[in-house]
């Protein structure tokens, strides 16, 4: 008997829209706090932000994905991932207007980015789950940020000299 494989994300939402990451990638959920910020740096990289000892680069991902910058509200919540990214992990702070929980999802469940038929920035998607009438968007947080430029490539090499 074959068994269906499934894999853990933590949800979260940026507005109305859910998303999720591969729960192995979450290091810790954090309240939001200002990060120090950073000169020059994209408008996508809020700062930096001391997690036990490490600065960390905290990414508003709404602007990252050209959504309108976070607002800041009781429920903020910072994500603080280690990702993956070529040779390297990237420790990243993300900041979600609210985290929701770890949930299963079948493999066969996830399907692709759907296809609209003209050129859209849908290569961070790893695929999208149907789940309560709506869609979770699985992001693939490696494409996201591995071509994200020297400031955050700055900012991580600044957190191992510090």
Do not use: C
Request: aromatic share 6%.
């Amino acid at each position: 008997m074959a068994q269906k494989t499934e894999a853990q994300f933590v949800t979260f939402s940026l507005g109305e829209e859910i998303f999720a990451v591969p729960v192995e990638v979450v290091r810790e959920i954090l309240d939001h706090e200002d990060a120090f910020k950073i000169p020059h740096g994209p408008d996508y990289l809020l700062g930096l932000r001391d997690v036990r000892g490490q600065g960390v680069p905290v990414i508003d991902l709404r602007v990252r994905l050209g959504m309108t910058p976070t607002v800041k509200t009781s429920h903020t919540r910072i994500l603080v991932l280690d990702v993956p990214v070529e040779n390297r992990v990237l420790a990243l702070g993300l900041v979600a207007d609210r985290v929701y929980e770890v949930v299963p999802f079948l493999r066969d469940q996830i399907e692709e980015a759907p296809d609209i038929g003209i050129q859209w920035r849908s290569d961070y998607i790893s695929g999208v789950v149907r789940r309560n009438g709506g869609f979770v968007v699985i992001i693939d947080l490696a494409r996201l940020f591995s071509d994200s430029g020297s400031a955050l490539a700055t900012a991580t090499r600044m957190q191992h000299v510090a």
